[in-house]
Structure formats: structure tokens, C-alpha cells
């Protein structure tokens, strides 16, 4: 997500730290690259030049610091507009009752899905959301959120086969949803290839009888300026509350997130990331604007391992690390964990000046096969060779290298580079200097990171320093 706008920033604003003090005159070029790369990015041509001009304005004006040097004020002028073109502040859900949602998108853009997530996301939060199916026309719609919806373990209401009046489907709804103790309702509407007509009508009607507190657009962010033009035409027809962007983690561009706040006026509340019903978010814009930079999000990275992993087991294996006792039972737990955090691409992303590292590492470093790979050869040895992976010698390696499916190259390559990993936990000054290179992390500008190229190295054979196998 954004990595070419992040890049071609990146390179203009490397430009501008030889120069003494930023002028219109020595700005003009930068800005012009700028907004190239905002257009080539998808950002609607106005609101690039909007931007522009925002960001000119407070270059060359008072606001400039003489004590900060040129490259470094620009990102913090373009980070603070930034922050303001995509809405400045988090917008919350008006949850107050009775917490009517109506979901509302084109087919494909992730709508009955999203409808699962956001419940998913709401119960976590302490609400008691229920899900309703009404979409009637797209086939296996209302069996798809019944999937979902007990997936997450929240009440779903389906209509009976055949049941083509969403009205009525509404109606039935709001009965059912009297009986249950749920404290709001996630109304799944029908979305078409195209907004026609029948499809504006029909979301009129159930709009205008359900009056419900938020009306949000589900938009797929990977079609760029025609999410901007349906958010438009959606709005025009029940005047939506915000949007929900999709499939942020695969569109390189992102310009339809930059634009649809400026076109629209309407707040971005959620965002989607990923194809796991728990890669769902919430959308504060500064954040946003740091990752957009490569400033990294670290407040998100935190969240998001805190909610997925098990404080108890990571405890338990903190004190087997410090103890040096660290084996290979512990290692398939951290395995698990890891997976659990979704695509490790996405996760690290997250890490100021992680475009930067990514372009250092190997081919396929990141890859979620790797980690399948690993735990298919832990799998394969047996609990004393888990326990005690000293004891794994030439017969042994051949045994699970066919019972993994792997190479015997693979099993010796992890196999040392566990027992360096060991090595290391054993001493305590080299631990000391990694996890100082870890706080590097949480510097939270553009700065020094601290030789994390170098840890993330050892994700794949052929580079220098401790070549750890996660």
C-alpha cells in the first residue's frame, strides 16, 4: 500500500537536504515532482494541486524553522497536510441508539465481508453487534454472512430462499433483532457491477424506513478514481456518514484513500488490509500519513500484536530466552504467533524506514512460505529432537528433510541458524546491543534505526550478521 508514492517522495525530498534553506525558488522543482507522483499515485488532478498549493504556502512562509534543516521541515509540512487532506482526526461510529449501520458498495468491493470484520471489530470493542443479510440478489450472499457471521460468533438474520423484497426483509429483521440483546445492527445491502437505477431505488427505500445513525460506503481502494466517482453517486442518493476503504494491502498507489476524503467530505472510518477477518482497522489519519512517508506506525503495529498474541506463552518463552533454554517447542509457538499477526510484509511495514530495509533484503525474505517451510521442518523431528536440537546429526537431518518435504540444505541452513541464534540469547552483552537495536524502532522520525538492516538479514541465507531464522 502507497509503496510508489513512498518511494518517489522518498527520492524528491533526498533533493532538498543539501540545501541551506528552503525558498520558492529552490521549492518549485520539489513540489512539481510531488504532484507528479500524486498523480501517478491516482490522486484526482484537483486535489493534488490543492495540496500543493497548501504545502507551498506553509514551505515558504513564517511557519519554516531555521534551526531545522530543509529535508526534515518539508516532511513535517507534508506530513501535517498530509494528516489534514485525509481528515486530521480518527471519526468514530455514532453508536447511540438505536445503532442502525447500513452497508452500501458495489459487488466485488468487499461489502459482506466487511460486514463480518466490522462486527468482528465491534465485539471486541464490548459492543453486542447483529448482522443482517440483505442482499437478495447476489447468489450464496445470505449463506456467505451466515458463514461469517458465526465465524466471529454473532447473530445473523437470513430470509427465507427466494424472499426478493428488502423491505419486508427489514421489517422481519427489526422483530428478530428485538428478541436477541444485541446493542446494534450491520444491515448487508446488494451492490451491482454498476450503480443503476433499481439499485439506487431500492437503497433509497431501505435507507429512508431504517434511518440508520451511520450509512457507510464499502469502496475498493484498488480501482482508484472510480471509488472516488461511487462514493460521489452514493452520497448524492442516501447521503453517506463515511467509507470504509478495502484492499488496501494490495494497491501500490493508494490514491483513492488521499482523494476520496478531499472529494467527497466525507471521513474514512475503517480500512481493510487483508483477506483475515481480524485485518480490519480503524482509520486515524496521521498515522496514515507516517506510513505514507515512511515514518512508520508504530501505535498500530503495537495494537495489533497485542491483540493477536498470547501475553501468557510470551512470557513464558521471555524468561526460557533469558535463561538461555530457548528450543525448538518454543520456537513452532513463536512460529504460530508470527502467523497469526497476518503477512509479516504488512506487519513490518509498519516500522519506520521499512521501505528502506525492504529494498536491501533478498528476493523472497518476506514471503509467507518461508515460515510454513520452517514449521513443516520442526513438525517433522520428534520431541527429544525439539527439546535437545544438538542431538539432530547426519541420519536424522535426511529423516526429516523427507519428512518435511524440504531439501536437506534447508533443514542444515535452519538448523544453524538456530544454533547461532542460541549462541546469541546465551550472551548477554550481544542480546543487550540487539534489543537496543530493536529500540531503534520506536525513534519515530526519519533517524538512524539502529543496524535493524542487518537483523533483517538473517531472514534469508547470503547476508551478513546473525542470521536469525525468524
Known amino acids: 500500500m502507497f509503496s510508489s508514492l513512498a518511494d518517489n517522495l522518498d527520492k524528491t525530498f533526498r533533493n532538498l537536504r543539501g540545501v541551506g534553506r528552503i525558498s520558492e525558488k529552490n521549492i518549485s522543482e520539489t513540489l512539481r515532482e510531488i504532484r507528479l507522483a500524486l498523480l501517478e499515485s491516482d490522486v484526482e488532478y ?15 512562509g513564517e511557519d519554516v524553522f531555521k534551526s531545522i534543516k530543509p529535508g526534515e521541515q518539508i516532511v513535517k509540512i507534508f506530513h501535517d497536510e498530509l494528516t489534514k487532506l485525509l481528515g ?31 462486527a468482528l471489530r465491534l465485539k471486541k470493542d464490548g459492543r453486542r453487534p447483529l448482522l443482517v443479510a440483505c442482499d437478495l440478489y447476489r447468489p450464496a450472499a445470505i449463506d456467505q454472512l451466515a458463514t461469517i457471521a458465526e465465524q466471529v460468533g454473532v447473530p445473523c438474520y437470513t430470509p427465507e430462499a427466494g424472499e426478493k423484497n428488502v423491505l419486508k426483509v427489514a421489517k422481519a429483521a427489526l422483530k428478530w433483532a428485538d ?37 457507510l460506503l464499502v469502496a475498493d481502494a484498488a480501482t482508484g478514481q472510480q471509488a472516488v466517482s461511487v462514493a460521489k ?55 496514515m500519513a507516517g506510513r505514507i512517508l515512511d515514518m512508520g506506525d508504530t501505535v498500530t503495529m503495537v495494537e495489533q500484536v497485542a491483540e493477536m498474541i498470547d ?47 525492504k529494498k536491501q533484503l533478498p528476493s523472497g525474505a518476506l514471503d509467507p512460505k518461508r515460515i510454513k517451510h520452517m514449521e513443516a521442518i520442526v513438525l517433522s523431528m520428534t520431541s527429544r529432537e525439539r527439546t535437545k536440537p544438538e542431538i539432530i546429526k547426519g541420519t536424522r537431518r535426511k529423516r526429516i528433510a523427507s519428512g518435511s518435504g524440504r531439501t536437506l540444505i534447508e533443514v542444515n541452513q535452519l538448523l544453524k541458524q538456530f544454533g547461532q541464534m542460541r549462541k546469541m540469547m546465551k550472551s548477554k552483552g550481544k542480546m543487550k ?28 541465507p547470503g547476508k551478513g550478521g546473525p542470521k536469525l531464522p525468524f
Open 433 to 460: 546491543n540487539m534489543m537496543k537495536q530493536l529500540g531503534g524502532m520506536g525513534g519515530g522520525g526519519m533517524g538512524d534505526l539502529g543496524g535493524m538492516e542487518d537483523l533483517m538479514g538473517g531472514m534469508n
Open 179 to 215: 428478541k436477541q440483546s444485541g446493542s446494534l445492527i450491520i444491515f448487508d445491502t446488494a451492490g451491482r457491477q454498476e450503480i443503476d437505477k433499481d439499485l439506487v431505488k431500492e437503497l433509497q427505500g431501505l435507507h429512508k424506513f431504517l434511518k440508520p445513525k451511520e450509512t
Open 46 to 60: 484537483k486535489v493534488a494541486q490543492t495540496f500543493i498549493e497548501g504545502v507551498k504556502k506553509r514551505a515558504v
Open 311 to 357: 501475553e501468557e506463552k510470551a512470557a513464558k518463552a521471555a524468561k526460557r530466552l533469558e535463561k538461555g533454554r530457548f528450543d525448538f517447542n518454543d520456537f513452532l509457538e513463536q512460529m504460530k504467533m508470527l502467523q497469526n499477526l497476518g503477512p509479516l510484509e504488512g506487519l513490518l511495514g509498519m516500522m519506520p524506514g521499512f521501505n528502506k530495509i
Open 88 to 118: 486530521g482526526d480518527q471519526a468514530p461510529l455514532d453508536l447511540n441508539p438505536p445503532a442502525r449501520i447500513l452497508l452500501c458498495g458495489l459487488n466485488g468491493a468487499g461489502k459482506t465481508t466487511t460486514a463480518g470484520k466490522l
Open 233 to 287: 453517486t452514493f452520497d448524492k442518493a442516501v447521503t453517506l456518514s463515511g467509507i470504509i476503504l478495502t484492499k488496501l494491502d494490495g494497491d501500490a498507489r493508494g490514491g483513492a484513500a488521499l482523494s476520496m476524503r478531499a472529494v467527497t467530505g466525507k471521513p474514512i472510518k475503517y480500512i481493510g488490509e487483508g483477506e483475515k477477518l481480524e485485518q480490519f482497522a480503524e482509520f486515524h489519519p496521521d498515522r
